[in-house]
């Protein structure tokens, strides 16, 4: 029932994101444009390090270069079943269905500490998690797959390979065993790690909190063993500190500052922004903006009862007290992570500073602790304990699966028609007979604003040759 529940909230999803419109980024970044291209050709930055240069997406390499991977080869394979204008839209769904069942494996790996799909507690926790998972409903709030099909390649698609990587260092601490690592597992997670760090700001950010968190954690550890502030005491304890994965996450550490630093080079952090006192201020303001529907309230509330159910209704154990520790670095996490993404620039499009794109790594923490958390309530609780706690899970996760409808009201069909009207068009300029934007943020007003995204669609092979086009 469980593997059905997940198969089903998966199909549930593709047809949701089947009816996404396309967006802006998307010629630009997969033709691309010229505003684009230099990242390609310069995947480490080296014009920012030698000639100070400025442009898109210095750090964001291996972001750019996926989306022309897929966009070039999936919608041609795609080609072969179904027509040039339904391919692109089905390259969209896929991928982002795909992006939403490895996120709920990998967390049902964390969760369940164990690979096995055989095993009933992955599916246990990906069945929890599944209906948190938002197109509609309270997707503005908490949304790890965004309307836009370049945000998720560019937030939830990284974040997931981030945890991926961070796997193995997990579960050899969570199990207090020493990181054990064949040599081609070693250099998978080099490989993985530089393209990570040259994914954009959001990984660098994780990373920086993450590793913050490691260091306050190693410190406090130690510091109860006394001679806290004699030096030969933390040259004593860090030589017994295993190396590997100090190795390993160390030289992660310098990918991301070194990514950090080309990053500064933005062409878009380029633009006048508000002091930064004025963008700390703002981050109340977007916090109570996320906060304004059920969603993302009602999550927290729920990672939060759930400590008081262990702590209440459980003995209390070593296991238990590790529960409430995971909530307090949660906690820690998403306050130093809050604190720093002021630092990260200003950007129009996102004026109160926190949005579910931009706090991705906060709501990925919090649906982490509650499916953790509820798979240790309804694992460990018995009688009627369990029996009332399991009416409330199933009571929370209605909530959220009623919330997420299945139609999009901004959806396509607008769009699709236009591009019908541009496959069949004979004239060279094309005025637009729907007030619909055509893989653009806002209507086209001018024809020569089309070119783009005209060339993208005859690479398509949805129009026969180039057609520029406006909205009338």
């Given at each position: 029932?469980?593997?059905?529940?997940?198969?089903?909230?998966?199909?549930?999803?593709?047809?949701?994101?089947?009816?996404?419109?396309?967006?802006?980024?998307?010629?630009?970044?997969?033709?691309?444009?010229?505003?684009?291209?230099?990242?390609?050709?310069?995947?480490?930055?080296?014009?920012?390090?030698?000639?100070?240069?400025?442009?898109?997406?210095?750090?964001?390499?291996?972001?750019?270069?996926?989306?022309?991977?897929?966009?070039?080869?999936?919608?041609?394979?795609?080609?072969?079943?179904?027509?040039?204008?339904?391919?692109?839209?089905?390259?969209?769904?896929?991928?982002?269905?795909?992006?939403?069942?490895?996120?709920?494996?990998?967390?049902?790996?964390?969760?369940?500490?164990?690979?096995?799909?055989?095993?009933?507690?992955?599916?246990?926790?990906?069945?929890?998690?599944?209906?948190?998972?938002?197109?509609?409903?309270?997707?503005?709030?908490?949304?790890?797959?965004?309307?836009?099909?370049?945000?998720?390649?560019?937030?939830?698609?990284?974040?997931?390979?981030?945890?991926?990587?961070?796997?193995?260092?997990?579960?050899?601490?969570?199990?207090?065993?020493?990181?054990?690592?064949?040599?081609?597992?070693?250099?998978?997670?080099?490989?993985?790690?530089?393209v990570l760090a040259f994914n954009g700001a959001i990984i660098t950010g994780v990373v920086a909190v993450l590793f913050f968190g490691i260091i306050i954690h190693w410190v406090l550890k130690h510091r109860q063993e006394g001679a806290f502030f004699r030096p030969a005491h933390w040259l004593t304890h860090f030589r017994r500190t295993p190396q590997l994965p100090v190795a390993l996450?160390?030289?992660?550490?310098?990918?991301?500052?070194?990514?950090?630093?080309?990053?500064?080079?933005?062409?878009?952090?380029?633009?006048?922004?508000?002091?930064?006192?004025?963008?700390?201020?703002?981050?109340?303001?977007?916090?109570?903006?996320?906060?304004?529907?059920?969603?993302?309230?009602?999550?927290?509330?729920?990672?939060?009862?759930?400590?008081?159910?262990?702590?209440?209704?459980?003995?209390?154990?070593?296991?238990?007290?590790?529960?409430?520790?995971?909530?307090?670095?949660?906690?820690?996490?998403?306050?130093?992570?809050?604190?720093?993404?002021?630092?990260?620039?200003?950007?129009?499009?996102?004026?109160?500073?926190?949005?579910?794109?931009?706090?991705?790594?906060?709501?990925?923490?919090?649906?982490?602790?509650?499916?953790?958390?509820?798979?240790?309530?309804?694992?460990?609780?018995?009688?009627?304990?369990?029996?009332?706690?399991?009416?409330?899970?199933?009571?929370?996760?209605?909530?959220?699966?009623?919330?997420?409808?299945?139609?999009?009201?901004?959806?396509?069909?607008?769009?699709?028609?236009?591009?019908?009207?541009?496959?069949?068009?004979?004239?060279?300029?094309?005025?637009?007979?729907?007030?619909?934007?055509?893989?653009?943020?806002?209507?086209?007003?001018?024809?020569?604003?089309?070119?783009?995204?005209?060339?993208?669609?005859?690479?398509?092979?949805?129009?026969?040759?180039?057609?520029?086009?406006?909205?009338?």
């Amino acid at each position: 029932m469980l593997v059905l529940f997940v198969a089903l909230d998966l199909g549930y999803t593709f047809i949701q994101a089947y009816q996404l419109p396309l967006e802006g980024d998307l010629p630009s970044i997969v033709l691309p444009d010229s505003n684009c291209q230099r990242v390609l050709h310069d995947p480490f930055g080296w014009a920012v390090l030698t000639r100070n240069e400025v442009y898109v997406a210095p750090n964001r390499f291996f972001a750019h270069a996926a989306m022309v991977s897929y966009f070039k080869s999936v919608p041609f394979a795609l080609q072969r079943f179904i027509d040039p204008i339904s391919s692109v839209y089905a390259a969209c769904a896929l991928f982002a269905v795909g992006v939403q069942a490895l996120l709920l494996y990998v967390l049902g790996v964390y969760i369940s500490g164990t690979y096995s799909l055989k095993s009933y507690t992955p599916w246990l926790a990906m069945a929890l998690l599944a209906p948190l998972f938002q197109l509609t409903g309270y997707n503005d709030q908490m949304g790890i797959l965004d309307h836009s099909i370049t945000y998720t390649f560019f937030y939830a698609f990284p974040l997931a390979l981030l945890l991926l990587l961070l796997l193995p260092f997990y579960r050899a601490a969570y199990q207090g065993q020493p990181l054990q690592l064949s040599w081609p597992r070693r250099i998978a997670l080099i490989g993985l790690m530089v393209v990570l760090a040259f994914n954009g700001a959001i990984i660098t950010g994780v990373v920086a909190v993450l590793f913050f968190g490691i260091i306050i954690h190693w410190v406090l550890k130690h510091r109860q063993e006394g001679a806290f502030f004699r030096p030969a005491h933390w040259l004593t304890h860090f030589r017994r500190t295993p190396q590997l994965p100090v190795a390993l996450l160390g030289l992660f550490t310098l990918l991301c500052l070194y990514s950090l630093y080309i990053g500064l080079n933005e062409q878009e952090s380029r633009i006048p922004s508000p002091p930064l006192w004025q963008r700390y201020l703002r981050i109340p303001m977007g916090i109570l903006w996320q906060f304004r529907k059920l969603g993302l309230p009602l999550l927290l509330l729920a990672c939060l009862a759930n400590v008081q159910f262990i702590r209440r209704l459980l003995p209390a154990t070593a296991t238990t007290e590790r529960m409430v520790r995971i909530l307090k670095w949660v906690g820690l996490f998403t306050l130093v992570y809050l604190l720093l993404l002021p630092l990260g620039g200003y950007r129009t499009y996102r004026p109160l500073i926190v949005r579910r794109d931009s706090d991705m790594p906060v709501i990925m923490c919090l649906m982490f602790f509650y499916g953790l958390s509820t798979c240790f309530l309804l694992t460990y609780l018995h009688g009627r304990n369990r029996r009332w706690y399991m009416l409330g899970v199933v009571l929370f996760s209605a909530i959220f699966l009623n919330a997420n409808k299945p139609w999009l009201r901004d959806n396509n069909t607008c769009e699709r028609k236009s591009l019908a009207q541009l496959a069949q068009a004979r004239e060279a300029v094309v005025p637009l007979c729907n007030e619909c934007s055509v893989l653009d943020w806002n209507k086209t007003q001018a024809p020569e604003n089309s070119e783009t995204a005209a060339q993208m669609l005859r690479y398509w092979r949805i129009t026969p040759d180039k057609k520029l086009y406006f909205n009338k």
